[in-house]
């Protein structure tokens, strides 16, 4: 009996898949190809289901340890849906595979942007090491100090700004089911809150925490947030960090970037009064006024002759008047 043809880029896809989770990765690189030059032919404007065939042909890649593919897929995947969970980490692993340990580090760092509880690629390969294992970044943070010197983090290139649009998006791996990756990625992010940093995680977030605060008084806020970026990522229970980092937001006019930060501070420090006049600042900014003027009330119960947010509560009064 012949074998059945398909002739759908979603039957396409769903072969693929399925040679995917039985480990036949060149076959499942074949179909994606084939979903790609459908989905193409066919004229039709859909970015992300391109990007998701171009993700998964990237996981082919990665199996198979072709790296340079992988590399090119996953930019491709990024260029049609910026920010990509899947891509960046598929395309961070195979920087680290060929030693690009600076390009690594920025797709790693950029990920930790878009969620900060990812404890490791969801792939569950042997080759996938864990993203938030120290070991792993510090090895990179080794090579990079070694070709670049002590001051090695000046030299690098920006870390994109993501925005909050693109923050906890998700889609499915070849090799799973979306409510099982929900599932998981529940108890990730539950085991991750529940994570008590080390001693020596402690005292690098408090390092790169005073470096950010230093680029702030010269007026360096992307720079900043890089460094508050990193600080969180070694230990994300510092109240102060997410409230310096909402300044930096302030000062780019990224006011819901602003808001989740100080709400974080908050729920770290409920007296964090940086963070009530802060995020009362990004609400003012976004029209929120009576969210504005409800943290502004909370601030002045904490310091009643707190001279800036008496002002800033008259500006917002007069508004919502």
């Given amino acids: 009996m012949a074998p059945k043809l398909r002739d759908s880029v979603e ?6 898949n399925l040679s995917f989770r039985n480990g036949q990765f060149a076959e499942a690189a074949t179909l994606y190809s084939r ?3 459908m989905l193409q032919a066919q004229g039709s404007s859909d970015p992300e289901k391109e990007s998701v065939l171009y993700s998964n042909r990237a996981a082919c890649h990665l199996k198979d340890g072709n790296c340079i593919d992988c590399i090119k897929d996953c930019t491709s995947a990024l260029a049609l849906v910026p920010f ?17 340990y ?19 690629a969801l792939e569950g390969s042997s080759s996938w ?12 943070t080794r090579a990079l100090m070694d070709s670049f010197g002590p001051d090695w983090r000046q030299k690098l ?17 070849p090799s799973e089911n979306c409510k099982e990756t929900a599932k998981s990625k529940s108890k990730e992010t539950t085991a991750t809150k529940s994570r008590v940093p080390s001693a020596g995680d402690v005292e690098r977030a408090r390092v790169l925490k005073e470096e950010g605060n230093e680029l702030v008084k010269k007026g360096n806020h992307k720079q900043a947030i890089e460094k508050y970026n990193e600080s969180l990522w070694f230990s994300n229970l510092e109240s102060a960090t997410y409230s310096n980092r909402a300044l930096c937001h302030l000062v780019l006019k990224q006011y819901k970037e ?20 802060r995020r009362a600042q990004a609400y003012k ?24 947010a008496q002002k800033l509560r008259q500006e917002v009064n007069r508004s919502l008047n």
């Avoid at 039957?11 to 693929?16: D, K, S």
């Avoid at 990509?84 to 690009?100: F, N, Q, V």
């Avoid at 920006?158 to 499915?172: D, G, H, N, T, Y």
Wanted: proline share 7%.
């Fill in 11 to 16: 039957e396409l896809r769903a072969a693929g």
């Fill in 35 to 37: 979903a790609l030059r």
């Fill in 84 to 100: 990509g969970m899947k891509p960046l980490l598929r395309r961070a692993s195979a920087y680290e595979a060929l030693e690009k």
């Fill in 102 to 120: 600076t390009l690594a580090y920025m797709d790693y760092l950029t990920v930790l942007q878009i969620d900060d509880s990812v404890t490791s």
């Fill in 129 to 140: 090491k864990p993203l938030c294992d120290p070991a792993c970044l510090s090895r990179m």
């Fill in 157 to 173: 290139p920006s870390i994109p700004l993501v925005p909050v649009s693109a923050q906890k998006r998700w889609e499915c791996l």
């Fill in 258 to 277: 602003a808001v989740k930060d100080c709400t974080e501070a908050l729920r770290l420090d409920g007296k964090n009064v940086k963070a009530f006049y």
């Fill in 285 to 308: 900014a976004l029209k929120d006024y009576k969210s504005s003027f409800a943290d502004i009330n909370s601030l002045l119960q904490i310091e009643p002759r707190n001279g800036p």
